[in-house]
């Protein structure tokens, strides 16, 4: 059984820096792109980087300011926010993608969740 334990969220003022974390278990930690989705208040799941292969994907909005990367040994993947902004406030999902076309961003095709980490961007 697939687990991804998400960590690290919290509260920061706009412009500061969190690390969230990722740790895999259940699944091979190569085989598949593992990244990050969020969801707003009110709003819709939108992704937000994938790593596969050692390569990262960004949606446009964090491009420049967030940087996903992953340890192998820990079996872990991290995601690196800086110059946060209000509209980074979120729910924070790890997830899995076991399908080709990951880079699409579409929550419909994520094979696995994790439970989620508040991130809170005050301004």
């Known amino acids: 059984e697939v687990h991804l334990v998400e960590s690290g969220g919290g509260l920061v003022q706009a412009g500061g820096s969190l690390r969230l974390s990722c740790t895999v278990s259940g699944v091979s930690f190569d085989a598949y792109a593992i990244g990050w989705f969020r969801r707003a208040p009110g709003k819709d799941y939108e992704g937000v980087a994938y790593?596969?292969?050692?390569?990262?994907r960004y949606t446009d909005s964090v491009k420049g300011r967030f940087t996903i990367s992953s340890d192998k040994r820990r079996k872990t993947i991290y995601l690196q926010m800086s110059a946060l902004k209000p509209e980074d406030t979120a729910i924070y999902y790890c997830?899995?993608?076991?399908?080709?076309?990951?880079?699409?961003?579409?929550?419909?095709?994520?094979?696995?969740w994790g439970q989620g980490t508040q991130v809170t961007v005050s301004s």
């Open positions: 997830v899995l993608d076991r399908g080709p076309y990951y880079y699409r961003f579409e929550s419909n095709e994520v094979d696995n």
């Open positions: 790593i596969s292969e050692d390569r990262p």
